[in-house]
């Protein structure tokens, strides 16, 4: 079955890095889209950044970001090891939510589990 296992968060102060990463295991097809997503303490669940696998055609390695991270956060890929990073810059008190790493598949979509990052002012 295809699992997701994200890593790397924790705590840090206003101004520090994070780098977080998801490694996916379970299937053989390539990526078509990988992204992270967070949700902070009583709010839904918001777009963080999402980039282009091996198996997008025409799209692969392309990004997009939210505008509340745009500059301070990149993201990257290794279609080989099925693997998204996701380097966080600046991070500020408002980045602060459990993140999570989704990828898409022709089969289908799947989460991980998430992990904690906590920005302290």
């Known amino acids: 079955q295809v699992q997701l296992v994200e890593s790397g968060g924790g705590l840090v102060q206003a101004g520090g890095s994070l780098r977080l990463s998801c490694v996916a295991s379970?299937?053989?097809?390539?990526?078509?889209?990988m992204g992270w997503y967070r949700q902070a303490p009583g709010k839904q669940r918001e777009f963080v950044a999402i980039?282009?696998?091996?198996?997008?055609?025409?799209?692969?390695?392309?990004?997009n970001y939210a505008g509340s991270v745009k500059g301070r956060f990149t993201i990257s890929i290794d279609n080989a090891k099925k693997t998204v990073t996701l380097q966080m810059n600046d991070l500020k008190p408002e980045d602060t939510g459990v993140y999570y790493c989704?990828?898409?598949?022709?089969?289908?979509?799947?989460w991980g589990q998430g992990t904690q990052v906590t920005v302290s002012s």
């Open positions: 989704n990828g898409r598949w022709d089969s289908g979509s799947y």
């Open positions: 379970g299937i053989s097809s390539s990526i078509n889209l």
């Open positions: 980039i282009g696998g091996a198996g997008n055609t025409g799209g692969e390695g392309s990004t």
